[in-house]
């Protein structure tokens, strides 16, 4: 039963996603001009040193661009709260990059971008559930709440015990993510 539900967001998920072709800016410039744009990029690289996003824990600005560089497998990166790792936003509006990014070797020609909006955290997972990806500790947070036991290592113990990963069916969600060529290729690395 839950199985097939599963099954049925990617299903919904694929057809949404080829709706916005990958390089086709979306929600991304409207967030820019909104929240103003501070030309400050943070690059984190998925899957080096295997399940996991590296940096995993950012500090951004309002108007900051968050960047993710697929290396090998077949990563993606969904927005989830601290309370519900490895699941999309209850309210509908996380980010979701879908699975557009798999790589053989080196890095995918195309990064996923979102824009920080506002000073809350940000949860996120890699969805990939051949393998529960996000259930090993795939998981980052940019502003994380440092006063808080919402911590990077409790998220991953929640994480561990939660079941199999779903996605939202948008690309961008309220921060506007969109997938485009790779602007910047050595950065992070
Ligand atoms: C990537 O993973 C997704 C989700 O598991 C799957 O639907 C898709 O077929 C995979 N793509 C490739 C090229 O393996
Ligand atoms: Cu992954």
Redesign the pocket.
């Known amino acids: 039963m839950f199985a097939s539900k599963a099954f049925a967001l990617?299903a919904a998920v694929i057809a949404s996603v080829s709706a916005a072709p990958a390089g086709t800016p979306t929600t991304g410039n409207d967030l820019v001009s909104r929240t103003g744009w501070t030309g400050v990029t943070h690059s984190v690289v998925v899957g080096r040193g295997g399940l996991h996003f590296d940096p995993e824990n950012v500090v951004a600005e309002i108007g900051d661009t968050i960047e993710w560089h697929f290396t090998a497998a077949?990563h993606s990166v969904a927005q989830s709260d601290f309370a519900h790792p490895c699941k999309p936003l209850a309210d509908g509006t996380s980010f979701f990059a879908g699975?557009l990014f798999?790589t053989k070797e080196g890095q995918n020609p195309n990064v996923y971008q979102i824009t920080v909006i506002d000073n809350n955290p940000i949860w996120y997972y890699c969805p990939?559930?051949?393998g529960n990806h996000c259930q090993m500790g795939m998981v980052g947070v940019v502003n994380q709440n440092f006063d808080s036991q919402n911590t990077l290592s409790n998220q991953k113990v929640i994480a561990a015990g939660t079941g199999v990963s779903t996605v939202g069916t948008i690309q961008g969600g309220k921060n506007g993510g969109f997938t485009r060529a790779n602007p910047n290729p050595n950065s992070g690395f």
Do not use: I, Y
């Open positions: 990617f077949n699975f798999p990939q559930t051949k």
